[in-house]
């Protein structure tokens, strides 16, 4: 296991002293890993395993935190802490490692405690709606420049994570009723969105729900504020409980005449979202564009404002905010679109989230004919919720109800998705329902089935809407792959011929199953958060893999390219044709003489911190630097300076004829940020690296480590952006340059010169990557004319793909077959 170690950061020493050291049993979840990214931000050691591998976990690796993949004693190494998912039992192994060796163990709920000492707390609960008002709050106080800490419950679109460890002094959470965790915490602010009966396995009835709130809003800090939605009986009764106890209130609503700030004229824009106007105790405040669609939507809004009003930001600040947020992940998520075909996914599981998702459907795409995915989450809140779900679905023209998902639970095959089926179909047969639509009822066995059916039914014009918190979102992906391999115009099952480049990268993906993926976005790999989808994306993280996709790549005649860690790259908008694999070659060998040999697709900070450890010097300069080995290699990474070329012994490489050589380091014809294998295509590809390194003292290069670490957090910005931008000049710095030329803030779109350093451009928040390449050229024009210099991109641009199919212009034709 590849160990993140450094030296204990002040802030997190202030923050928990006695702890420089936590493993995070369940770390990819949604929680632990927003919890492990926090800690890493206060310079905690942190480590952790989960039971599969997930984006999450990639993503937490490619940030420096190391996790091992399925559960075993040894993972847990020697920490301070192991802290462990609700989720996951009592009885795991690693966390009766933990106390065989005397190490603490505890739970997310009791350690929030500990978590969010010492700051002010705005906190956000309700049983709907938490997740994107933390969101909302997060981006507003960002874009204000407060600079909180924040746990998100989704990844956020405009900041493609979950939680960050900021330095002022509000630290932002989303507050979870589950298992009453949300008791954990002791806010300034304390925002309720709505009460709702949910979580059968943890409360008996409303009435439970509702004490666990009402103790949640008992735990306000004295001066605290509670915000809660006038327009939900319960949080209303909370609010006038809280105020008759002399605590501060503010009520937000639509309908409700007693709310402070209240929403009017609420109508749909061309962003398929809603624009409203805001009063304050009846004075307009304004209007408020949301890219959201839904009423609720306008509700969360109206509570961020009223968060934002406390914190003494002008609505204006909220208002901005509000207009660039872009929701978080499978919150109304648009998975793609495929010959007219929209699929959609959405985290709703309760009868309410339903209903209030389908309407926003309709709202945002009119009279299409809208198909209904639910995937039941848990067999207690299933029969707990039943009429409610039966009544849930009267906006939908389709249903297809999928396998309940059981989650902590265990099917004792009373209930089916079968039974469900059948009984919504009786629900809605019955008069009383309103107006007669036509409509059908069905179910599916297993996703695969889902997929197969939908591609077999759907047609040009239908919104297919994904609703569930397990697993649902699957059937949303495959679909879209399903039905780009066949005409749309009418349904699939009548139109199965494709091409043979069609069938070829189908058969590359279905070679490398769990490792290669048809149209798969770009975007979601990208350290900038732009680019479209690979024909087939394959994510190689052995030797195998890679040769195996390359192999079959060059046996079909198919375009191929081998990327690492995305860091410095900008993807074209619309994707990359053929088969795109990523290096993530996980190799780890030490040698004798300090010699190591790096698999290319390490990420360098991990690799770094590992030789930290060891006390092995020769790449403390590399501690901060983004991307893989492999990257490294190709670019001739560089700071404090050091480079790789100083460093590198040899490298196995891979030919454009499909051998693999090994090569020293002259042969490479390494310069400045450069080798003979950038801008090199797919001629060559780096599978490992072989380093010459040297020893050291562990608390020197630890030392020397977080210096340089400090060096970088201070100059460099946080947030997507693909690094240094462009090259030093001769005798000068781009930044300086740049700054002079008074181009800090400067904008294309969503993409922006950084404020805080010049040679930064930054996604603010639906960048694409023709913005990019925009404001490239106006930074270089500008520079240019004041100072008759012409910088040079540091960053690869990749062209933007010719239009045909897999790469293969149409003088070649198409050969069809039938299936």
Request: hydrophobic share 45%; proline share 5%; glycine share 10%.
């Amino acid at each position: 296991m590849i160990d993140n170690a450094s030296v204990q950061d002040p802030v997190g020493a202030e923050r928990l002293p006695g702890i420089s050291e936590v493993h995070i049993v369940g770390i990819g979840g949604a929680g632990m890993s927003a919890i492990a990214r926090v800690l890493r931000g206060w310079g905690v050691r942190v480590h952790g395993s989960d039971r599969a591998a997930s984006p999450l976990t990639e993503a937490l690796c490619a940030e420096g935190i190391a996790v091992s993949i399925g559960h075993r004693a040894e993972n847990i190494g020697a920490p301070d802490l192991v802290l462990a998912s609700s989720a996951v039992p009592d009885d795991n192994i690693e966390l009766a490692a933990a106390r065989e060796q005397g190490v603490r163990v505890a739970r997310r709920p009791e350690f929030l405690t500990t978590l969010t000492a010492g700051y002010d707390v705005i906190a956000v609960a309700g049983a709907h709606g938490k997740t994107t008002v933390t969101g909302m709050v997060t981006l507003a106080m960002l874009e204000a420049g407060l600079d909180p800490t924040y746990i998100v419950g989704g990844v956020m679109a405009n900041l493609a994570t979950n939680a960050r460890a900021g330095e002022g002094p509000h630290f932002v959470i989303e507050a979870d009723e589950y298992r009453r965790t949300f008791l954990a915490l002791h806010p300034t602010i304390a925002v309720v969105t709505n009460v709702a009966f949910d979580h059968p396995d943890c409360f008996e009835d409303l009435g439970y729900v509702r004490l666990a709130f009402g103790e949640f809003v008992d735990n306000i800090v004295p001066g605290g504020l509670l915000v809660a939605c006038a327009d939900d009986p319960i949080a209303r009764s909370l609010a006038a409980s809280h105020h008759a106890n002399g605590g501060r209130v503010v009520l937000y609503g639509i309908s409700e005449a007693s709310a402070d700030w209240r929403a009017r004229d609420v109508r749909t824009n061309d962003a398929g979202g809603l624009t409203f106007a805001v009063e304050h105790h009846g004075i307009p405040q304004g209007e408020v564009t949301l890219q959201l669609p839904g009423e609720y939507n306008v509700l969360n809004a109206l509570a961020v404002v009223s968060v934002a009003s406390e914190l003494g930001l002008e609505v204006e600040v909220a208002r901005q905010a509000l207009a660039h947020f872009e929701g978080t992940a499978r919150r109304f998520e648009v998975l793609g679109e495929v010959g007219g075909i929209t699929v959609v996914d959405d985290y709703a599981h309760h009868p309410t989230q339903i209903r209030g998702v389908l309407q926003a459907a309709r709202d945002r795409y009119g009279e299409r004919r809208l198909v209904a995915v639910w995937e039941p989450h848990t067999f207690s809140r299933v029969r707990a919720l039943y009429p409610d779900f039966m009544a849930g679905f009267d906006a939908a023209d389709e249903v297809l109800v999928l396998p309940i998902y059981a989650a902590r639970e265990v099917d004792d095959g009373s209930l089916t998705s079968r039974d469900l089926a059948r009984d919504l179909a009786e629900a809605a047969a019955r008069p009383s329902r309103g107006p007669e639509r036509p409509r059908r009822f069905r179910s599916a066995a297993t996703l695969e089935m889902a997929v197969e059916e939908l591609a077999s039914t759907c047609r040009p014009g239908d919104v297919v809407l994904l609703m569930g918190a397990g697993r649902e979102y699957v059937v949303g992906r495959q679909l879209l792959q399903r039905l780009s391999c066949v005409n749309v115009d009418q349904p699939a099952s009548t139109l199965k011929a494709r091409s043979l480049t069609e069938r070829s990268l189908d058969a590359i993906a279905e070679a490398l199953p769990g490792v290669a993926e048809r149209h798969a976005s770009l975007a979601r790999y990208s350290g900038l958060g732009i680019g479209g989808p690979a024909d087939v994306l394959v994510v190689a993280r052995r030797r195998e893999e890679l040769l195996t996709a390359v192999a079959r790549a060059q046996a079909s005649g198919l375009p191929w390219k081998v990327y690492g860690g995305l860091t410095n790259i900008l993807l074209p908008d619309a994707g990359l044709r053929g088969v795109v694999v990523l290096n993530r070659i996980q190799e780890l060998t030490y040698g004798d003489d300090y010699r190591l040999t790096a698999g290319a697709g390490v990420v360098v900070v991990q690799l770094v911190r590992e030789l930290l450890a060891r006390g092995w010097g020769g790449l403390t300069w590399a501690v901060g630097l983004p991307g893989t080995v492999g990257g490294a290699v190709v670019n001739n990474a560089g700071a404090f300076g050091g480079e790789i070329s100083r460093v590198l012994a040899a490298a196995d490489v891979l030919c454009l004829d499909g051998t693999v050589a090994r090569v020293p380091v002259d042969w490479f014809d390494f310069r400045y940020r450069c080798s003979k294998l950038k801008g090199a295509g797919a001629a060559w590809v780096v599978l490992s690296a072989d380093f010459r390194l040297r020893p050291g003292d562990p608390d020197k290069l630890s030392a020397k480590a977080e210096e340089y670490t400090e060096r970088r957090r201070r100059s460099q910005p946080p947030g997507r952006t693909l690094g240094s931008t462009f090259k030093n000049p001769p005798g000068d710095y781009a930044g300086r340059l740049i700054e002079a030329a008074g181009m800090k803030g400067a904008r294309c779109g969503a993409i922006e010169v950084s404020t805080q350093h010049a040679n930064f451009l930054m996604n603010t928040g639906g960048g694409t990557a023709a913005d990019f390449r925009a404001l490239i050229e106006r930074v270089q024009e500008t520079v240019n004319r004041q100072f008759g210099v012409l910088l040079e991109p540091e960053v690869e641009i990749v062209p933007e793909p010719p239009s045909g199919v897999a790469g293969i212009s149409a003088e070649r034709g198409v050969d069809c077959v039938e299936d």
